[in-house]
């Protein structure tokens, strides 16, 4: 559905529920334009957090690997393509989570990465300058400290 057409429907639905005042039928149109307009709003910020997000990503590039090492070259490689998505998937859940951020394993276990796939995208995000450590800690699901993360505030 369109932006466009996603107003007209609500226009529509909220003009239907004022014709059928108390009725039922006004009842749930009235539930319905509350559901349009949370869709309306959802969009929105999707829209936001792209338009943030579009500023993260940049060009896409080879993703860190070590020199010399021939998988860890080969491992960069087979995560171009998916890269931009999944840096896309952690930026937008640390902004999600405000000032209280996460840490790496948070983040692997709301998104459902694996450490290495998780980490290796906060760490693209932090050499871009977008995602910093907020100089807290909090302790992992294993019980040892980790450093929380949180998206960098534009000056």
């Known amino acids: 559905m369109t932006e466009r057409t996603l107003d007209q429907a609500l226009e529509d639905i909220q003009r239907a529920a004022r014709k059928m005042g108390g009725t ?13 307009q949370e869709l309306k ?10 338009t943030l997000f579009s500023k993260v990503a940049g060009p896409v590039t080879m993703p860190p690997y070590v020199e010399g090492s021939d998988t860890s070259k080969e491992a960069a ?16 859940y640390l902004l999600s989570r405000g000032p209280s951020g996460a840490t790496d394993d948070e983040v692997e276990t ?17 050499l871009a300058e977008k995602v910093e450590d907020s100089g807290e800690r909090r302790r ?16």
């Open 110 to 126: 709301a998104l459902g990465l694996r450490h290495q796939t998780a980490s290796a995208r906060r760490r693209e995000l932090v």
């Open 24 to 36: 039922c039928l006004g009842a749930e149109a009235n539930q319905m334009a509350a559901w349009l």
């Open 77 to 92: 490689e087979s995560m171009k393509p998916k890269g931009p998505h999944l840096r896309r998937m952690v930026f937008q």
């Open 140 to 155: 992992t699901s294993s019980g040892r400290s980790a450093a929380v993360w949180v998206v960098k505030q534009e000056d």
């Open 41 to 50: 709003n959802r969009r929105q910020a999707e829209k936001e957090a792209q």
